[in-house]
């Protein structure tokens, strides 16, 4: 079964210094990879996503991430943070035949310091 | 363009009580997708609906239950609740089903309170 893991529970950066947010899955193919965020009484908003190609993928928000297949990993980074980035980040895989189904990672808090 | 909207935001209900969450897709969406959210178990997946089927289903006792209706109006309903079916459960939307074709878009979630 597929899965996803996020190394990092808790993140503080400084604003304007650069963010890097891990993930980590485990899928036998190649699969469908997206980072989400969700902000506190807020649903999940797509930062980016990634299904084949690039394996650099920008982002709104000024996000990208980066898809290594060799250590099936798909960090999100941004060069600056800013105040308002303070929220839960999620990354999330989805596989061919499984519909709109995502399984989730378990999410990274990231607070930014002022 | 209206987003994903979910009705209630909030619910209080007690053991052994039943409840039934409502989502509406945006419009023109055919796909909705259910997802529980609580902090041990983080996000998972419930169910996903397109054109009235169900297209996939997760881990979860058949308490969990749902249903599309043919304006893409999706409901789910929890029997006989449990402590631990205290959640914030959120609807996700998109135009067709597979991860390929389409984004989907989040609701702001129905937080259950189960006392």
């Known amino acids: 079964a597929q899965s996803v893991t996020q190394p990092d529970i808790h993140i503080t950066v400084s604003e304007g210094a650069s963010l890097e947010l891990r993930c980590n899955y485990s899928?036998?193919?190649?699969?469908?990879l997206f980072w989400y965020v969700q902000s506190p009484g807020q649903g999940l908003q797509l930062l980016l996503k990634?299904?084949?190609?690039?394996?650099l993928v920008q982002g709104i928000k000024g996000f990208e991430a980066e898809f290594k297949r060799s250590q099936s990993s798909f960090n999100l980074r941004k060069p600056s943070v800013h105040w308002s980035d303070a929220a839960e980040y999620f990354c999330?895989?989805?596989?061919?035949?499984?519909?709109?189904?995502?399984?989730f990672g378990t999410g990274t808090q990231l607070k930014v310091e002022l | 363009k209206a987003g994903v909207t979910q009705t209630p935001r909030y619910l209080i209900k007690t053991r052994g009580q039943q409840v039934t969450l409502s989502c509406s897709p945006i419009s023109g969406h055919r796909s909705v997708s259910w997802y529980q959210q609580t902090p041990g178990q983080g996000l998972q997946f419930l169910f996903e609906y397109f054109s009235e089927t169900q297209r996939n289903k997760g881990n979860f006792p058949g308490r969990f239950s749902g249903r599309q209706f043919s304006n893409s109006r999706s409901e789910m309903n929890v029997s006989t609740l449990e402590l631990g079916d205290s959640a914030l459960y959120l609807c996700?939307?998109?135009?067709?089903?597979?991860?390929?074709?389409?984004?989907?878009?989040f609701g702001p979630g129905t937080r259950l309170t189960v006392l």
């Open positions: 899928y036998g193919a190649t699969p469908y």
């Open positions: 990634y299904f084949s190609g690039d394996t």
């Open positions: 999330a895989v989805a596989f061919t035949g499984g519909g709109n189904k995502l399984t």
């Open positions: 996700a939307s998109s135009l067709v089903t597979g991860p390929r074709t389409d984004t989907q878009y």
